[in-house]
Structures are given as C-alpha cells and as structure tokens.
C-alpha cells in the first residue's frame, strides 16, 4: 500500500493516494499520463484498504476465537474454503 498511498494525516485508519506534480509538466500528454497514472493508484489502493481491513477482521476472529465459523449457520467453514481465502466468513452454502 505504501507504494501507491500514505496514511491520511486527517483521517486515521485510512489512506491516500500518493500526490503528484500535476502540472510540472510541459507536455498534455504528460500531463494526462500523470492523471492517468493517479487514477489507476487510486484503484488499486481501494482494492487493498478493503484487503487489508478484511485481513484485520479475521485477525480479530482468531482472538475471539471465532475465526473458521460461518457467520450465518455457526457451522465449520470448509478447510478449502479458507485455504482459498483465508478471510472467509460463510461457509460455501451461505456464499
């Protein structure tokens, strides 16, 4: 995340996306490549804050000692569905 973000000084828990030198360059094109550029590292920090917070929700199921249960039935979350993604909270028949 720190290569395409920082933490948000105003807002804690969240981040940002890195600022660029919009502007500094001569060229439009340049300038729209910067933008562009800008765009996609918005996109991709999205996409991992949501990881992120996913990973620190289960990281708070294992000291709760909830972690592997299905949140709608109670039921074990099938082992190859968490080894597929860790995060899960439901089992394959609540997906």
């Known amino acids: 995340m720190g290569s395409v973000g920082r933490k948000n000084p105003s807002v804690p828990d969240d981040w940002e996306p890195v600022p ?7 060229d439009l094109a ?6 562009m550029s800008r765009e996609s590292n918005i996109a991709i920090l999205s996409d991992l804050e949501a990881r992120y ?11 709760k000692k909830t972690f592997g249960k299905c949140e709608v039935c109670g039921k ?10 860790p995060t899960a909270t ?3 028949a609540h997906l």
């Open 20 to 26: 660029s030198e919009t502007g500094t360059e001569a």
């Open 53 to 63: 917070d996913t990973v620190l929700a289960a990281l708070a199921r294992i000291e």
């Open 30 to 35: 340049d300038q729209a490549d910067v933008v």
């Open 90 to 92: 439901t089992c394959i």
């Open 76 to 85: 074990e979350i099938e082992e190859a569905r968490l080894g597929a993604n």
